[in-house]
């Protein structure tokens, strides 16, 4: 894979990152994986848990789907995803829970607060809650996805790509 260095357009601005492209669709749109390893932590309401996952992200979006809507009681959940095996649980209990076929997300299992998503469609891939993160200000958020759940008085700020579903498939 070659990676070249250029400039991504997130909900934030621009930022300079060091980046491969990924679907064509993404590439029109100016759209790039990052890749810059750096550690970065998070932690959830209660603090019992606390984790590290070796960053910035892969990918990072906002869902509205209806499981994201209810595992975490709120309208949208911005997700950052970053390979499994660099994140690493410091402390507390996480608590693995199915939450639709082939589909786990994982919570504290003190307080509830929605951590992680894995997808045995993106095996080696994990997904962590940005508000969960210690800086949820890092990951450049690029598109809002499931947007056919999203509840009637949810308004876009951004001129993020809005998909339907998840990307590439529609
Ligand atoms: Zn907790
Ligand atoms: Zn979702």
Known sequence: MR????RCRGARGEKELDCVPILPDLMQRGLYLSYTPTRV???????????????????????????????????????ATYEKESFEVKSGTMCWRQSSPGATRGHCSDC????????E?????????????????????RAHIWTEDK???TIFGDELPVYKQNIGQE
Do not use: M
């Open 3 to 6: 990676w070249i260095r250029r």
């Open 121 to 141: 469609q993106r095996p080696g891939e994990i997904d962590i809650t940005v508000n969960s993160l210690d800086d949820p200000v890092g990951p450049i958020l």
């Open 41 to 79: 932590s998070g932690h959830c309401f209660c603090r019992s848990i606390r984790f590290e996952v070796n960053g910035p992200e892969k990918f990072a979006c906002l869902c509205y789907c209806e499981s994201c809507q209810r595992a975490a009681g709120a309208p949208v959940v911005a997700w």
């Open 151 to 153: 509840q009637p008085w």
């Open 112 to 119: 509830g607060s929605t951590i992680t998503y894995e997808n």
